[in-house]
């Protein structure tokens, strides 16, 4: 298997976990979403915020965009599950495309990511990819563990995305508007 397509499965991979856990919370009230609990952030919102603020500071550098920085200082700070879900769809989908649209050479590109205090950090492409994803699942799993605290049941969110579990997920597919075929050219359940 190659790295580019085992990357280019993991980001749709975070996309349906994504999409599982916040359909999930859609009951939540908002009070409910921003309640204090315990975890490495005090809340829901709060681990949910600062997984779209890094994912758009990230998604920036990977496109270079100059205006990293202000993209994470400017990152919306949802209130609701809905607006949350609706901002964190679009950096994901904007994530499949990025990583979609790389040739295997794009991931020993050099990334820049702007630090603050003038500090400029560099690394390869795929090594930010695969840290971006890492984040998602550290912090989605913080989220996951503090929905033990409501009446929402935590749904499954480890999916492989292998071809021969379709019949896990049709309706997620069906929702994200993908098919098995577009997931998985050529394979073979």
């Known amino acids: 298997m190659q790295l580019l397509g085992f990357l280019i499965t993991q980001?749709?991979?975070n996309r349906l976990a994504n999409h599982r856990l916040h359909h999930a919370m859609r009951t939540l009230s908002r009070e409910e979403f921003l309640a204090t609990r315990t975890s490495f952030f005090?809340?829901?919102?709060?681990t949910l915020n600062h997984i779209l603020a890094v994912d758009l500071y990230y998604l920036a550098a990977l496109n270079g965009e100059a205006d990293m920085e202000?993209?994470?200082?400017?990152?919306?700070v949802c209130e609701t599950v809905a607006?949350?879900?609706r901002a964190?769809?679009?950096a994901d989908e904007r994530f499949i495309v990025h990583v979609g649209g790389l040739e295997v050479a794009a991931l020993d590109d050099v990334v820049a990511m702007v630090r603050g205090g003038g500090r400029i950090?560099?690394?390869l492409c795929g090594n930010v990819i695969a840290h971006l994803l890492n984040h998602q699942v550290h912090h989605r799993g913080q989220a996951h563990a503090m929905l033990a605290g409501t009446a929402v049941k935590p749904p499954q969110l480890d999916e492989f995305l292998m071809p021969s579990e379709a019949h896990l997920r049709h309706a997620d597919v069906a929702a994200l508007g993908?098919?098995?075929?577009?997931l998985f050219p050529g394979a073979h359940g």
Do not use: F
């Open 42 to 46: 005090p809340s829901l919102a709060e």
């Open 70 to 76: 202000r993209q994470w200082d400017e990152a919306p």
């Open 88 to 90: 964190q769809a679009a």
């Open 121 to 123: 950090q560099h690394d």
């Open 178 to 182: 993908w098919t098995e075929a577009s």
């Open 83 to 85: 607006d949350l879900a």
């Open 11 to 13: 980001v749709h991979a």
